[in-house]
């Protein structure tokens, strides 16, 4: 090592050809003769050689303050080896210490937030026993119940209240309608909201997407135990025992909320397909863009067409007419 530098530096004196240029400045032997230098990679000629302290800035720049990330020659690949002085046992140490501590946080982080939603759930759970089978029968339940199984069996009420909630049956049961209704006629009499026709040239497209919403369903999910109490006590009083009183009272709001899912989801569905894009106002004689202040009023924007029961049960307007206009307006 020593001699080949020697060696170099021999050359480099006789030699202008083997003079040493620093790939980082630019710089040869001859702009600062005390600057160390060092061949920390593979490459051969313009890119042997480098200054220590060239290096060293190019070496930050790559880590960002990470002194753990390898950096490689960007020209031909080789790992830089840096080395460290030996400062002492101690400081071995501790360097090992903050690298366990830097490893091991994240687990205990994540254990610490599973740990807390694992107890909500716990607590959850027990609090719905007490609502659903009332608080007496709730508590001697589940003072009587394996410990084993109340740590198991109570956070799966929430867990089952969500997946529950994650089940789209109304969809299932639009469709069913829907079919239903195409080969049963008889049906749209007693179903006005299914009684249009599906517009023939008119855009397929018209889905309304009903993305799951997270938030949504953890609050409906959460909240059904409450909502089936409130609605087992208004309706269903004479029931012989709160667990069959919350389970009506559950079933019938479930089926009433379904059904009025079923409705506006239909009804959306109509929307779409009978929207329509208006022509921008302009008035001919002046053709100048009505402002606000103009008397003329706006046409009506497309959330405004009424939706009357006649407008879904009449025919599709004719999608020439509008092909027409749009040729006359070219
Ligand atoms: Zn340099
Ligand atoms: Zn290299």
Redesign the pocket.
């Known amino acids: 090592m020593a001699d080949e530098s020697q060696q170099t530096q021999v050359n480099s004196s006789n030699d202008e050809e083997n003079k040493r240029y620093c790939w980082v400045c630019y710089a040869s032997d001859d702009d600062d003769e005390t600057a160390p230098w060092v061949k920390?990679?593979?490459?051969r000629g313009t890119?042997?050689w480098v200054h220590q302290s060239c290096l060293q800035r190019w070496v930050d720049e790559k880590q960002k303050g990470n002194s753990t990330v390898k950096v490689?020659?960007?020209?031909?690949?080789?790992e830089y080896f840096i080395a460290f002085p030996n400062m002492g046992q101690l400081m071995l140490f501790l360097d090992r210490v903050d690298a366990f501590i830097y490893k091991v946080c994240p687990f205990v982080a994540a254990g610490v937030v599973v740990g807390s939603i694992y107890w909500t759930a716990v607590t959850y759970g027990a609090i719905t026993v007490m609502q659903v089978v009332g608080y007496q029968e709730g508590m001697a339940l589940m003072e009587q119940a394996d410990p084993l199984v109340l740590l198991v069996g109570l956070p799966t009420i929430p867990i089952f209240l969500i997946l529950g909630k994650m089940v789209r049956w109304e969809d299932k049961v639009l469709g069913l309608i829907r079919a239903s209704v195409q080969r049963l006629p008889f049906l749209k009499y007693l179903l006005p909201a299914f009684r249009y026709e599906e517009p023939a040239g008119v855009s397929t497209t018209a889905v309304i997407s009903d993305p799951v919403n997270a938030t949504r369903v953890l609050c409906g999910a959460l909240s059904l135990p409450t909502l089936a109490t409130i609605v087992g006590r208004l309706f269903f009083p004479s029931a012989h025992d709160n667990l069959t009183r919350t389970l009506l009272g559950g079933a019938s709001f479930l089926v009433v909320k379904g059904l009025f899912k079923v409705y506006y989801k239909q009804q959306q569905h109509v929307m779409q397909s009978r929207r329509k894009i208006i022509d921008y106002p302009q008035d001919p004689s002046t053709s100048q863009v009505p402002t606000a202040s103009t008397p003329q009023a706006p046409p009506p924007t497309p959330q405004e067409l009424p939706i009357t029961p006649s407008l879904l049960t009449a025919p599709p307007s004719s999608s020439h007419e509008s092909e027409q206009q749009f040729l006359q307006q070219q």
Request: hydrophobic share 10%; aromatic share 0%.
């Open positions: 920390p990679c593979k490459c890119t042997k490689n020659c960007p020209q031909c690949g080789v």
